[in-house]
């Protein structure tokens, strides 16, 4: 259990962070939808909602400092805190990589794709399932549901592979497919560093409920 002093201000932060867990995975599914569309605007739009994303970020670190500060917290409430503060950088990070997805779905504006997007999508349904799986284990602190997600992130890196060998197998064939390829082999890095954050995130969630230090993958 919690520092009883402590308890009200730790779930509220918590509770920040899920929300941002939220706001991530809401402009990740409307990234992919405005890929899949080829809407500009609806890109915008996803480019516009990070700076939410941002704000939260900041407001979760600034209340960290205040707790550490205030309440002096130990043992698992420091770490409580301490891993929030650090789940709170790496979803600021899948933002970030968010809003670039949008941004290369940009520059390739209404050109027909040069190859069919299932590896991405499989890409993007892989990271929702992930960031979902976060979000209930940190609601539930679940340390065992935490190792399965982080381990999912294989299937992650084994898609990018293939989309990097159907990108440069076209990108060869033809240097008109150069500069889509080059667009499309980013989105798939993009959705390869967001399966990575969300290991860290899982990697923290442990660390706050046991106290083990762990690397996953």
Known sequence: MLNTN???SI?????YTINMIDKCDRILDLSVEC???KDIEGCKKVI???DKIDELREYIRD??????ALKQPMAKDLRYIYALGCIAIELERIGDYVVNIAEETIKIGQEEYIKDLNDIVKMYKECKKMILGVKESLQ??????AREIALQDDKVDNLYKQVQNDCLKI?????????QGVNLLFIGRYFERIGDHITNICE???YAINGEMVEIG
């Open 204 to 206: 923290k969630i442990i």
């Open 48 to 50: 516009n909602q990070d």
């Open 63 to 68: 209340r960290s400092i205040e707790l550490f």
């Open 140 to 145: 539930n602190e679940d340390n065992d549901l």
């Open 6 to 8: 402590l308890s009200l």
């Open 171 to 179: 990108m060869n064939t033809d240097s008109k497919f150069v500069n």
């Open 35 to 37: 890929m899949l569309k």
């Open 11 to 15: 779930d509220d932060l918590k509770q």
